[in-house]
């Protein structure tokens, strides 16, 4: 069985510029979720989608946004890019994620893209 | 609101000795909790979970954890440890109805000959 996927691996961009990042779920996973794990400030949620709708957003501004698409895979979009955006950002999976307990929805995560922003 | 802190951002261990990372977690309502690993270049893997069931939990590669309501601790251990073990640890808190897992800030385990 293929995990996360995530792409690119790593991205360089500079101040004020726009990126699109993209996360392919474990198949039959319906929910998607997107962490930045930025330098010194350790793993935060970003944005939770299940069945192409948003479910949960982490404390960030409105520059970040998501979607998800019929497929399940998803993109995350940082307009107006900011020094302190650069980290890494992570994407998982799980099964579908509005029943049950977390506990019964296993977050499998992906490797990453690295975004550095000059 | 939902808290984790992991005391020690380094542990250094000798290979063979015992591993033990600290996790308190601050939680209004049962929690379920989660220890992740991080390899270097990876994302994270599933270590163990608490979900209410048995206290103490047992992971793969020898990894185990106690969950302490009276101490809201859910410590991580590994008898021996091995040079593989180096990487990245993070404890996790996340409850029931809410998809987001609140994660600690991270111990890095160093595993010296």
């Known amino acids: 069985e293929a995990g996360v996927t995530q792409s690119p691996t790593h991205l360089i961009k500079t101040r004020g510029q726009q990126v699109t990042l993209r996360c392919s779920p474990i198949?039959?996973?319906?929910?998607v979720y997107w962490y930045q794990q930025a330098l010194g400030l350790g793993l935060q949620f970003l944005l939770w989608?299940?069945?192409?709708?948003?479910?949960n957003r982490g404390n960030f501004p409105p520059r970040f946004s998501g979607r998800q698409f019929p497929n399940y895979s998803s993109e995350l979009n940082v307009n107006a890019l900011e020094l302190e955006d650069s980290a890494l950002y992570l994407c998982?999976?799980?099964?579908?994620?509005?029943?049950?307990?977390?506990?019964?929805?296993?977050?499998?995560f992906g490797p990453g893209t690295r975004l550095t922003v000059l | 609101a939902q808290s984790v802190t992991q005391l020690g951002s380094h542990v250094s261990v000798s290979e063979g000795a015992l591993v033990l990372l600290r996790c308190n977690y601050s939680?209004?309502?049962?929690?379920?909790l989660f220890w992740y690993v991080q390899y270097p270049n990876q994302g994270l893997q599933l270590l163990l979970k608490?979900?209410?069931?048995?206290?103490l939990v047992k992971g793969i590669n020898d990894f185990e954890a106690e969950f302490k309501k009276s101490e809201t601790s859910f410590h991580l251990t590994k008898p021996s440890a091995h040079m593989s073990d180096a990487a990245e640890y993070f404890c996790?808190?996340?409850?029931?109805?809410?998809?987001?897992?609140?994660f600690g800030t991270g111990t890095r385990l160093l595993v010296s000959p």
């Open positions: 939680s209004s309502v049962p929690p379920y």
């Open positions: 998982a999976s799980s099964r579908t994620g509005t029943s049950g307990g977390p506990g019964l929805n296993e977050q499998f």
């Open positions: 608490y979900t209410s069931a048995a206290t």
């Open positions: 198949s039959g996973h319906t929910s």
């Open positions: 989608y299940d069945e192409g709708e948003e479910r």
């Open positions: 996790a808190v996340s409850s029931t109805g809410f998809q987001k897992l609140v």
